[in-house]
């Protein structure tokens, strides 16, 4: 990095050209993302015209952007047409119009069209993250043919690695392993050697639901058809990790109560984290309402045994991480395609078990610790113990049970996380106690 900026600063552009052909296209842009925005746009500028749209793909989108916007039409166009058209996509859907239009204008028609495609699918579909970069290949050719049109078009193609092979619909009918015509006599014909067993995927199923079949297949790539089976694109294992890693993201956010942003968390101006949080909390907020309102109903009762007040925190603590552990799991469960609607009884039973033995535990501990320490009476023991076990119970059942029946009426269960499962377990958490206190104590 040091070598970059001074070779940059001290005006040595061949030096320099010389010195990045040698690295990473990856680790250059990482070089360019620590740069002040000048510096950056001179290092690209200096960047040989074949390495300039790999290097462009790599950067943070905020970075395109500028980059994008400060070329001349046609340096942009140049970038446009050698990106793949997913990423070029990506890229134009998150720009204003004007700009949008300017750079769609100067590109290739063959570019504009493909882009064009992938806009017409909705966001976080497959169609929407597929590219129409691939190897097509016909049933009739010899495997000498197919490997001289993989030379022909490989070079702009996603991967070569799988080949599809298509029928005159452009139905796809098999592929075939780029190992396999290595391997393949040079006369055997594709439609003899290709693997007819095949297993894409559509067009309109989710980005989430993509990530579980490539875990399940184990593939780099898989074709993406329409509905007449026809090929029209293919997602790769590069496309997969960035679905993960934001899939991901978005349940941790919803977890924390947090609505989900696309921005890096650096590059969240205040007034943006602010927007992201505050709903979540305002919401929160007005359901603890009912809380104060359940307390403020057993006044009395606080004011004959005001020991109880010292418990409320304790119980209201234990019911809340109690449900929290169990959603956690669940919403993780049901992220992972391991838990769906039909287990909710298997699993309420299992929590309820669980619970018992969790409770059981707490209660007993909770019992000997007020009678050493806190030095109660044994009947406020007993009723904060109690409280204990049927409080971690419950908290368990309503953890467990929430997410799983917000995900079957179609929302995202992690909302159902440890902030809302701990507001509404916190109100259930003082009914409880205050039921129990008033029949033992007969407050």
């Given at each position: 990095?040091?070598?970059i900026?001074?070779?940059?600063?001290?005006?040595?552009y061949?030096k320099?050209?010389?010195?990045?052909?040698?690295?990473?296209?990856?680790d250059?842009?990482?070089?360019?993302e620590?740069m002040?925005?000048?510096?950056l746009?001179?290092?690209?500028?200096?960047?040989?015209?074949n390495?300039?749209?790999?290097?462009?793909?790599?950067?943070?989108l905020e970075?395109?952007?500028?980059?994008?916007?400060?070329?001349?039409?046609?340096d942009?166009?140049?970038?446009?047409d050698?990106?793949?058209?997913?990423?070029?996509?990506?890229?134009?859907?998150?720009?204003?119009?004007?700009?949008?239009?300017?750079?769609?204008?100067?590109?290739?028609?063959?570019t504009?069209?493909?882009?064009?495609?992938?806009?017409?699918y909705?966001?976080d579909s497959a169609g929407?993250?597929?590219?129409?970069?691939?190897?097509?290949?016909?049933e009739t050719?010899?495997?000498?043919?197919?490997?001289a049109?993989?030379?022909?078009?490989?070079?702009?193609?996603?991967t070569?690695?799988?080949?599809?092979?298509?029928?005159?619909?452009?139905?796809?009918?098999g592929?075939?392993?780029?190992?396999y015509?290595?391997?393949?006599?040079p006369?055997?014909?594709i439609?003899?050697?290709?693997h007819?067993?095949?297993i894409?995927?559509?067009?309109?199923?989710d980005?989430?639901?993509v990530a579980?079949?490539?875990?399940?297949?184990?593939?780099?790539?898989?074709?993406?058809?329409?509905?007449?089976?026809?090929?029209?694109?293919?997602?790769?294992?590069?496309?997969?990790?960035d679905?993960?890693?934001?899939?991901?993201?978005?349940?941790?956010?919803?977890?924390?109560?947090?609505m989900?942003?696309?921005?890096?968390?650096?590059?969240t101006?205040?007034?943006?984290?602010?927007?992201?949080?505050?709903?979540?909390?305002?919401?929160?907020?007005?359901?603890?309402t009912?809380?104060?309102?359940?307390?403020?109903?057993?006044e009395?009762?606080?004011?004959?045994?005001?020991v109880?007040?010292?418990?409320?925190?304790?119980?209201?603590g234990?019911?809340g991480?109690?449900?929290?552990?169990?959603?956690?799991?669940?919403?993780?469960?049901?992220?992972?395609?391991?838990?769906?609607?039909?287990d909710?009884?298997?699993?309420?039973?299992?929590?309820?078990?669980?619970?018992f033995?969790?409770?059981?535990?707490?209660a007993v501990c909770?019992?000997?610790k007020?009678l050493?320490?806190?030095?109660?009476?044994?009947?406020?023991?007993?009723?904060?113990?109690?409280?204990?076990?049927?409080?971690?119970?419950?908290?368990?059942?309503?953890?467990?049970?929430?997410?799983?029946?917000?995900?079957?009426?179609g929302?995202?269960?992690a909302?159902?996380?440890?902030?809302?499962?701990?507001?509404?377990?916190?109100?259930?958490?003082?009914?409880?106690?205050?039921k129990?206190?008033t029949?033992?104590?007969?407050?």
């Amino acid at each position: 990095m040091e070598e970059i900026l001074e070779l940059l600063n001290a005006g040595q552009y061949t030096k320099l050209r010389q010195l990045i052909v040698e690295l990473n296209v990856a680790d250059i842009a990482a070089y360019m993302e620590e740069m002040e925005k000048d510096d950056l746009l001179k290092l690209f500028r200096i960047l040989p015209k074949n390495m300039a749209a790999d290097v462009f793909s790599y950067l943070e989108l905020e970075t395109e952007q500028y980059i994008i916007t400060s070329l001349s039409d046609k340096d942009a166009a140049h970038i446009i047409d050698n990106l793949m058209a997913d990423d070029a996509t990506d890229l134009l859907e998150e720009m204003p119009a004007n700009v949008v239009k300017r750079l769609l204008a100067n590109a290739s028609a063959e570019t504009r069209r493909d882009i064009n495609h992938l806009l017409r699918y909705p966001e976080d579909s497959a169609g929407s993250i597929m590219t129409v970069e691939y190897v097509d290949l016909k049933e009739t050719l010899t495997v000498e043919e197919a490997i001289a049109r993989i030379r022909k078009v490989g070079v702009d193609s996603e991967t070569i690695n799988v080949c599809y092979v298509l029928d005159q619909r452009r139905t796809l009918v098999g592929t075939v392993a780029l190992r396999y015509l290595l391997l393949s006599p040079p006369d055997a014909i594709i439609g003899e050697i290709m693997h007819e067993n095949i297993i894409s995927l559509h067009t309109m199923m989710d980005q989430e639901e993509v990530a579980r079949q490539f875990k399940k297949y184990d593939f780099t790539s898989m074709p993406v058809v329409d509905n007449e089976e026809r090929l029209v694109g293919i997602i790769t294992i590069d496309d997969v990790v960035d679905i993960l890693e934001e899939e991901a993201t978005e349940d941790i956010e919803k977890m924390a109560a947090v609505m989900p942003s696309d921005r890096p968390y650096m590059k969240t101006s205040v007034i943006e984290a602010w927007k992201n949080r505050i709903p979540w909390l305002l919401l929160l907020m007005l359901s603890a309402t009912f809380t104060g309102s359940i307390i403020s109903s057993f006044e009395n009762a606080l004011a004959r045994y005001v020991v109880l007040t010292t418990f409320i925190p304790m119980l209201m603590g234990t019911g809340g991480n109690a449900g929290g552990q169990s959603s956690a799991i669940i919403i993780r469960g049901l992220s992972l395609d391991e838990i769906s609607f039909k287990d909710w009884p298997v699993v309420v039973w299992k929590e309820i078990r669980t619970a018992f033995l969790c409770g059981l535990t707490l209660a007993v501990c909770g019992f000997v610790k007020m009678l050493i320490v806190e030095q109660v009476s044994v009947t406020v023991a007993l009723v904060v113990s109690v409280t204990v076990f049927l409080v971690v119970i419950v908290a368990k059942i309503v953890g467990a049970s929430l997410p799983i029946l917000v995900k079957k009426i179609g929302m995202d269960p992690a909302v159902m996380a440890s902030p809302f499962i701990t507001t509404i377990v916190d109100a259930i958490s003082l009914l409880i106690y205050f039921k129990i206190a008033t029949l033992v104590l007969g407050i």
